[in-house]
């Protein structure tokens, strides 16, 4: 069984750092990518950064910068640091976790990053 535990999030001011983690138990051979997404209330979910094969890592344009993806060598946990933090940061973040062997798509429950005075 596949699992994906999301923590980290809360409510937080304008200008700080956070940095959200993703443990992930459960037996599979290949991790093909993994990150963060997050949904903006009345918004749809959106990438905010992964690493995907070969360790190479993506950043949604309004990141870049300020996010950073990684992940443990074992890839048994993927955290988002996040730094300089806006209003418009807020939104639910998922943990997400793609395999091979067997081709698979996971989620995480997600968890509330608020940022606000």
Do not use: H, I
Request: net charge neutral.
């Amino acid at each position: 069984q596949v699992q994906l535990v999301e923590s980290g999030g809360g409510l937080v001011q304008p200008g700080v750092s956070m940095r959200l983690a993703c443990a992930v138990s459960g037996r599979y051979v290949y991790t093909d990518s993994m990150g963060w997404y997050r949904q903006a209330p009345g918004k749809q979910r959106e990438m905010v950064a992964l690493v995907t094969s070969g360790d190479r890592t993506t950043y949604a344009d309004s990141v870049k910068g300020r996010f950073t993806v990684a992940t443990t060598y074992d890839k048994a946990t993927v955290y988002l640091q996040m730094d300089n933090v806006t209003a418009d940061d807020t939104a639910v973040y998922y943990c997400y976790l793609r395999t091979q062997r067997p081709v698979n798509e996971y989620w995480g429950q997600g968890t509330q990053v608020t940022v606000g005075s």
